[in-house]
């Protein structure tokens, strides 16, 4: 089956550096799609990170080996996949494919900028959003406020932003995620403009 000519929902991803707000914005935006149109469903990622506490396997991600990644890689059953911060991060191709194609559903993909750069590179359709800090000192009060990453991770989560942020440019939409309920409308703006897009266009 061609992911590229059969594809009936619409992919989107929403990308951008660690803390910059994504995870927040897209469960508000899930929320908010399920008490009303029901149109979007997340993409689960593979993982090799350990889960955080109150993580849950299959919910948040599917924790996964070292191996077992490995062996998915091989079998090429990633559309996507990337060392995240020394993790492993992978989307299920087939799922995607399930979703898109035979459930017409529309697709959401939170994933990191190396990852949603291979989509956007490669010929499958795609609405991709970007989420940019509002400014480099905010995102460091982000990742620390958070608390659930070491000062180590936080170090190199805040040296990889600097150079994720050059490739928004590459992105469909770029958003400035300062005010929390702006952002959210930006969003789904981007995302309505896209499904609009997709209907109108023969
Ligand atoms: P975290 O470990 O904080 O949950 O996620 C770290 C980063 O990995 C985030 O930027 C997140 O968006 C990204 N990520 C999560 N799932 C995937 C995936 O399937 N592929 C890629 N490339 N990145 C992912």
Not at 66 to 80: D, I, V
Not at 85 to 109: A, F, M, P, R, S
Not at 111 to 130: N, R
Not at 169 to 187: A, V
Request: with cysteine; charged share 25%.
């Amino acid at each position: 089956m061609s992911i590229k000519n059969e594809k009936k929902g619409s992919l989107f991803i929403i990308s951008g550096p660690s803390g910059a707000g994504k995870t927040s914005l897209l469960s508000e935006i899930i929320k908010r799609d399920q008490a009303t149109e029901q149109k979007l469903t997340l993409s689960i990622s593979y993982t090799t990170r350990p889960p955080r506490k109150g993580e849950i396997d299959g919910v948040n991600y599917f924790f996964v080996s070292q191996e077992e990644f490995q062996a998915m890689q091989t079998k090429q059953e990633f559309l996507e996949s990337a060392l995240v911060h020394e993790y492993h991060y992978g989307t299920n191709k087939k799922w995607v494919e399930q979703q898109l194609c035979q459930q017409k559903k529309d697709i959401v993909l939170e994933i990191d900028v190396q990852g949603a750069m291979q989509i956007i590179q490669s010929d499958m359709k795609c609405c991709a959003i970007f989420i940019f800090p509002p400014s480099f000192e905010i995102l460091k009060k982000r990742l620390t406020d958070r608390q659930t990453d070491t000062s180590e991770s936080i170090k190199t989560r805040l040296e990889n932003a600097s150079q994720e942020m050059k490739l928004g440019k590459n992105f469909d939409y770029g958003i400035t995620n300062d005010d929390y309920e702006t952002s959210l409308h930006k969003i789904q703006q981007a995302m309505q403009c896209y499904r609009d897009m997709q209907v109108n266009t023969p």
